[in-house]
T-cell receptor, first 117, second 110 residues
Framework: SAVISQKPSRDICQRGTSLTIQCQVDSQVTMMFWYRQQPGQSLTLIATANQGSEATYESGFVIDKFPISRPNLTFSTLTVSNMSPEDSSIYLC??????????????FGPGTRLTVT | DAKTTQPPSMDCAEGRAANLPCNHSTISGNEYVYWYRQIHSQGPQYIIHGLKNNETNEMASLIITEDRKSSTLILPHATLRDTAVYYCIVRPGRGNQFYFGTGTSLTVIP
């Protein structure tokens, strides 16, 4: 399994500012993803972070609001731009692993708890 | 798109088996059933997955019906630390990202 770390673990930010969240994996992985979990809700996929190319965003999420970088196979960043209180959520990094054979597991980082005031 | 249906909440007595159902009536032939759980404020944790055969590991057992339209996750001896939200997800084995539904909030009662 992959070990994933995220920085910061939590932050309190003022509206209108931006926060960059870092995700580090202990091994090279092909697929990395970013999820958002709003208070009391399930996880929502934001985007797939592609190494060497632009991220692929899900419906309802745009690059200007959530720019993503993926400079190599072990690291990615998610920026939450021009924040508003509605962006208060847990942001989770995830990677696709292999269990051998034809099926793949997905591993999640501990999350970054963001509060926007 | 979440393609599973789970009860929103369940209770289970400590030490008893917890049986968590999941309906996935539109599952395709190449889609696996995955189970994850999320303990409060932590990232989701992988539990088990299967295609058509029943599976067992150190954490749980997964029972998939013969028509594959539903499954049950079994925690054989639930402890207080098993209190969490449990997510059932269907996805092709070589598919990419997971799409999460609303899950089942399991509360283990002393």
């Amino acid at each position: 399994s992959a070990v994933i770390s995220q920085k910061p673990s939590r932050d309190i930010c003022q509206r209108g500012t931006s926060l960059t969240i870092q995700c580090q994996v202990d091994s090279q992985v092909t697929m990395m993803f970013w999820y958002r979990q709003q208070p009391g809700q399930s996880l929502t996929l934001i985007a797939t972070a592609n190494q060497g190319s632009e991220a692929t965003y899900e419906s309802g999420f745009v690059i200007d609001k959530f720019p993503i970088s993926r400079p190599n196979l072990t690291f990615s960043t998610l920026t939450v731009s021009n924040m508003s209180p509605e962006d208060s959520s847990i942001y989770l990094c995830s990677v696709l692993g292999t269990s051998g054979g034809s099926s793949y597991e997905q591993y999640f980082g501990p999350g970054t708890r963001l509060t926007v005031t | 798109d979440a393609k599973t249906t789970q009860p929103p909440s369940m209770d289970c007595a400590e030490g008893r088996a917890a049986n968590l159902p999941c309906n996935h009536s539109t599952i395709s032939g190449n889609e696996y059933v995955y189970w994850y759980r999320q303990i409060h404020s932590q990232g989701p944790q992988y539990i088990i997955h299967g295609l058509k055969n029943n599976e067992t590991n150190e954490m749980a057992s997964l029972i998939i019906t013969e028509d594959r339209k539903s499954s049950t996750l079994i925690l054989p001896h639930a402890t207080l630390r098993d209190t969490a939200v449990y997510y059932c997800i269907v996805r092709p084995g070589r598919g990419n990202q997971f799409y999460f539904g609303t899950g089942t909030s399991l509360t283990v009662i002393p």
